[in-house]
């Protein structure tokens, strides 16, 4: 019998366990799959839960326009999957406003004065665009408008990366809205398109349904991981990464707090954030190198969650709040994500979503202290009394989101080109390639990471996935600048 290949996998989250399932799935390769978290795998897609309700961390929609991971979904949870509409809307002024744009609702809401000074704004910004934007806001101005970015983007992106729009890349407007504009919104409300062979050809922002497991996107996890054990692969939960020993071509030793073996590994994938992966590397790195991953940072997360009666207040899935009066950025409604997500019918079950930096103010608020400034702000806002809350909640997200700073790019190259020396490491997901991606991409560039290593050669260069999960076929390999994918929408 042939020796089978060694693999480590960093991170049991989407891309971790879609590749520890496709590489189980072949029967070729001793997988073992570390992830730091005792209890959880999903990453920030699992599903966290207090006295029989359960939470979503962030909202994750299940819909792609890859056949592929749509049929990977199915193939792990089947039936336990639901259609669900989608619903949302902004928040600003106090009022509320759908999220896709309803052209007429938004023009009538904003007042006749307000609504000429959009449509002039925006037509200003058609006629006379910044050449070349470098930052968010002037790409976002050249698309809707100064007038239409102040109002309904400029908060909202400010409290979710917790610096200016001028400071944040171009690219990161571009990723999140490609294809929308205030044109193509007002045509998809006036004209949603048709379908093609089953898949509509609408932007994928303006979905207006999407797939949800019954008991939130862990679900989806859980039952992967269970799969992945039933196949052979060893998933050690608790068991930090804390190094990485470059030895030889496709020969690597991670060190970790457990006893497992783990030397000798052909391949390692990691999904841990760039950041704290090139600072574990024990062999002598370029200066340059280092510097670059110490460059790179992160927006960190947390979800205050409220329990009360259900008084049916609104059925939205979630509420982006553009007030600057509050500090929460969006409000889940778990119930309409699945009534599963609820124990009883009785009551609902809010989370308020606030971004932050690790170890600043609201990081280290403590729970009760956070507990009740969800309730002061859900009160301001409208949506229930404070003394209506029967019970809180708070769970932590750090590193959440890659920051699109103006260097991030650079500092990715400088990377990258690095651990092309160092063959046998291989870099996924979200923070793994310091993307700000949905899961789909993260799946993607791990079932494109398979492919290669049962090739046993580089077929496909992973920087090349686009936002819809899709490989770029042309281009010379690695051409594209780091960063470059667009995910769906400018709301995180």
């Known amino acids: 019998m042939s020796h089978k290949k060694r693999i480590a996998i960093i991170g049991a989250g989407p891309a971790g366990l879609t590749a520890a399932y496709l590489l189980g799935k072949t029967n070729q390769f001793h997988i073992d799959v570390f992830e730091k978290d005792p209890n959880y795998v999903g990453g920030i897609s699992r599903t966290e839960s207090y006295k029989g309700y359960h939470f979503d961390i962030g909202g994750h929609r299940f819909f792609s326009k890859s ?11 089947g039936d336990e999957m639901l259609e669900r509409p989608r619903s949302s809307r902004i928040f600003y002024n106090n009022t509320f406003f759908a999220y896709p744009l309803v052209a007429g609702e938004a023009l009538r809401k904003l007042g006749i004065i307000e609504s000429t000074l959009c449509v002039a704004s925006y037509f200003k910004a058609r006629l006379f665009p910044v050449k070349n934007p470098k930052n968010f806001e002037e790409w976002v101005s050249n698309e809707f408008g100064s007038r239409l970015f102040r109002i309904f983007f400029k908060t909202y992106t400010e409290k979710v990366w917790g610096v200016p729009c001028t400071e944040l890349s171009a690219d990161w407007a571009a990723q999140r809205i490609k294809g929308l504009s205030l044109m193509s919104a007002i045509k998809n409300a006036l004209f949603p398109p048709s379908k093609k062979n089953g898949k509509s050809g609408q932007i994928k922002t303006l979905i207006d349904s999407f797939r949800y497991p019954k008991n939130g996107p862990g679900q989806m996890w859980e039952a992967c991981a269970a799969k992945c054990r039933h196949m052979g692969v060893n998933i050690h939960m608790g068991v930090n990464v804390s190094g990485l020993e470059y030895v030889s071509e496709n020969n690597w030793n991670v060190i970790t707090n457990s006893d497992t073996d783990t030397a000798n590994y052909d391949y390692v994938i990691s999904t841990a954030p ?18 670059a991953a110490n460059a790179l940072n992160y927006r960190d997360f947390l979800t205050v969650v409220l329990i009360l009666k259900d008084k049916n207040v609104f059925s939205d899935n979630w509420i982006y709040i553009h007030d600057p009066n509050v500090k929460v950025g969006r409000i889940q409604h778990f ?51 404070a003394a209506e809350v029967e019970d809180t909640y708070v769970v932590r997200q750090p590193k959440a989101y890659p ?11 400088t990377i990258k080109g690095t651990l092309q020396t160092m063959p046998g490491l291989i870099l996924v997901g979200r923070n793994g390639m310091h993307k700000y991606n949905n899961q789909d991409h993260s799946m993607m560039t791990a079932m494109l990471a398979v492919k290669n290593i049962v090739a046993g050669k580089e077929i496909y260069n992973l920087w090349n996935v686009n936002e819809d999960a ?23």
């Open 470 to 492: 899709e490989y770029h076929e042309s281009g010379e390999r690695g051409s594209e600048p780091a960063g470059r994918s667009m995910p769906k929408t400018i709301h995180a």
């Open 335 to 385: 119930k309409s994500w699945s009534p599963y997500m609820i124990p009883n019918d009785e009551n609902v079950c809010y989370g308020l979503e606030y971004f932050c930096f690790e170890g600043d103010g609201l990081w280290t608020s403590s729970n009760e202290e956070l507990g009740e400034l969800g309730k002061k702000e859900v009160e301001k806002i409208g949506l229930a009394n």
């Open 403 to 413: 920051v699109y700073d103006a260097h991030y790019a650079r500092h990715l190259e």
């Open 274 to 291: 760039v950041r704290e992966l090139i600072n574990a590397i024990k062999n002598p790195l370029p200066a340059a190198t280092i510097n």
């Open 67 to 77: 056949q592929e991971v749509e049929d990977f979904w199915t193939e792990i949870l």
